[in-house]
């Protein structure tokens, strides 16, 4: 889809109040801006040419209120690993593998929700240049930026992110809401400071991958814990490993076998880093194995510090430049 139709599908969701966290008075382009959507954009900082940019949500949103926008790449691969080694500073390390789009790290702190920051892939808003980001319309397509957590980490160090999979029938259940396959990232997020409070939300919900590609996820926590929640055959399966790491590539793991896993080139690379080090991986390590294990089309790689609350980014592919962020922890 090229940018202009882009654009204008998004500001036409926008307009007609099927996306969105806020009401369609404030979502109408000229309508004036509310103090706190005013606040949120004016904390956007450029950090890189990628382009990859900062900003803090100021405010409330429902993230039940109206559905988003579909998530539709046909490139999607993702690598994922929680490195939990050394209890007192266990990292979960990410590659976001995918088109070539703008990207936004987002804090957010809502009332009753646990703070975060997590990343975001605007092009699903509608934003898919460095100028979308200084135009009153791309600028205002941000404030949905919430919705759609592609990856990202609470202030109780949980982190969150997922990666496409073949083939995923998701569980059914009268009366659970129905939320998008990205949208339920931030559930867990806003809601769970442990794996086993993330599996209890995400079985609230009913996922839905119309339009999007059939995912899988991982979930960590600061107390050691991961998991890998995979949909077969319209029930969720959770693998845990009580060893000192876990790893997701673009597989089902669930009734995978040792074989299986080793035929696959990254998850293999992985396993053996994270094997010799016990599990151990201070954030420039994690970053190397990320470096180590990225694609031609890797667009960022980012290591969350689960009880530091550091994040360390790069995005393009650039290892060796690198930003630091820091996410305020509450554990």
Not at 81 to 86: E, K, L, S, T
Not at 154 to 174: I, Q, R
Not at 198 to 209: G, H, L, P, R, S
């Amino acid at each position: 889809m090229n940018r202009t139709v882009r654009i204008a599908a998004a500001v036409a969701l926008l307009t007609s109040g099927l996306v969105g966290c806020r009401s369609e008075e404030t979502a109408a382009p000229g309508a004036a801006l509310s103090a706190d959507e005013s606040r949120t954009l004016a904390s956007l900082r450029e950090v890189d040419d990628h382009p990859l940019w900062t900003m803090t949500f100021h405010g409330d949103y429902d993230p039940l209120d109206v559905d988003g926008p579909a998530v539709t790449p046909t490139t999607f691969g993702c690598s994922l690993f929680a490195a939990r080694g050394n209890p007192a500073d266990p990292v979960f390390g990410r590659n976001f593998d995918f088109d070539h789009q703008p990207a936004l790290l987002l804090f957010t702190d809502a009332p009753d929700s646990h703070a975060s920051v997590s990343m975001v892939d605007v092009s699903y808003l509608g934003v898919t240049s460095a100028e979308d980001f200084t135009t009153e319309e791309g600028r205002r397509l941000l404030l949905d930026a919430p919705l759609l957590p592609f990856d990202g980490m609470n202030d109780k160090g949980l982190v969150v992110g997922m990666a496409t999979v073949p083939e995923a029938v998701p569980t059914t259940a009268p009366g659970r809401p129905v939320v998008g396959s990205v949208r339920i990232q931030r559930m867990m997020l806003d809601r769970a400071a442990t794996v086993d409070e993330a599996i209890k939300v995400f079985n609230e919900y009913t996922v839905d991958f119309t339009g999007s590609p059939p995912l899988h996820y991982m979930v960590a926590d600061a107390h050691g814990s991961s998991a890998i929640l995979e949909f077969v055959d319209g029930e969720l399966q959770v693998t845990r490993d009580s060893g000192p790491w876990q790893a997701m590539v673009n597989y089902r793991w669930y009734g995978s076998t040792p074989e299986q896993r080793q035929a696959d080139s990254r998850y293999r690379a992985a396993s053996e880093t994270l094997t010799a080090a016990g599990g151990r991986l201070d954030t420039k390590a994690a970053m190397d194995l990320l470096a180590d294990v990225r694609q031609g089309h890797t667009q960022w790689s980012i290591v969350y510090g689960q009880r530091t609350g550091k994040v360390t980014l790069t995005t393009g592919q650039r290892y060796g430049t690198v930003h630091e962020f820091t996410l305020p922890m509450e554990l």
